[in-house]
T-cell receptor
């Protein structure tokens, strides 16, 4: 257990529904990352925050994806109007800023299945 | 452009034998290299990283990795494999210009008793 938690661990939804995932980072970590991982692939970067500021969001897969970190602690990732292609594992990672050598610590992930 | 290659989809090793999981990379500047392990239905666990200094890096669970700049490689090694080492292993790299990690596709390591 890395100390990063994600909720829910599993989500089954119907196409067209909205879903929201939550990530709680390690408490002293000020940087938070979201990734998507599909079967047989490495994680794919989506977005990241430093404190409450979203510093990179151009890699979000479409405008249906959005993320927030309103108080610089937990973060949410929302997918609107889900599609079957959104089925994947969504991973969150956190780190304490220490330059480029920082190590990201991952949560257990949320596995999404869109029917 | 940055990239990471893990040329083997799967590596099979007998318990007690040494293991190597290969990783090669391409970055424009100095690389920062990482290895993570993923067990079924679990998140990624950090094993080790190379930032600078000694080319041989030691990490968790008896794993080590050797940075080779001329071959742009960062192979993961362990002298004696355990059945419990069976998992999916990912290599990742970032360069000096950004914080985004670029990941390999992963290598499935199977240790047979």
């Amino acid at each position: 257990d890395t100390g990063v938690s994600q909720d829910p661990r599993h989500k089954i939804t119907k196409r067209g529904q909205n879903v929201t995932f939550r990530c709680d980072p390690i408490s002293e970590h000020n940087r938070l990352y979201w990734y998507r991982q599909t079967l047989g692939q490495g994680p794919e970067f989506l977005t990241y925050f430093q404190n409450e500021a979203q510093l990179e969001k151009s890699r979000l897969l479409s405008d249906r994806f959005s993320a927030e970190r309103p108080k610089g602690s937990f973060s949410t990732l929302e997918i609107q109007r889900t599609e079957q292609g959104d089925s994947a594992m969504y991973l969150c990672a956190s780190t304490r800023t220490s330059g480029k050598s920082e190590t990201q610590y991952f949560g257990p992930g949320t596995r999404l299945l869109v029917l | 452009a940055q990239s990471v290659a893990q040329p083997e989809d799967q590596v099979n090793v007998a318990e007690g034998n040494p293991l190597t999981v290969k990783c090669t990379y391409s970055v424009s500047g100095n690389p920062y290299l990482f290895w993570y392990v993923q067990y079924p239905n679990r998140g990624l666990q950090f094993l080790l990283k190379y930032i600078t200094g000694d080319n041989l890096v030691k990490g968790s669970y008896g794993f080590e990795a050797e940075f080779n700049k001329s071959q742009t490689s960062f192979h993961l090694k362990k002298p004696s494999a355990l059945v419990s080492d069976s998992a999916l292993y990912f290599c990742a790299v970032r360069d000096e210009s950004n914080y985004q990690l670029i990941w390999g596709a992963g290598t499935k390591l199977i240790i047979k008793p």
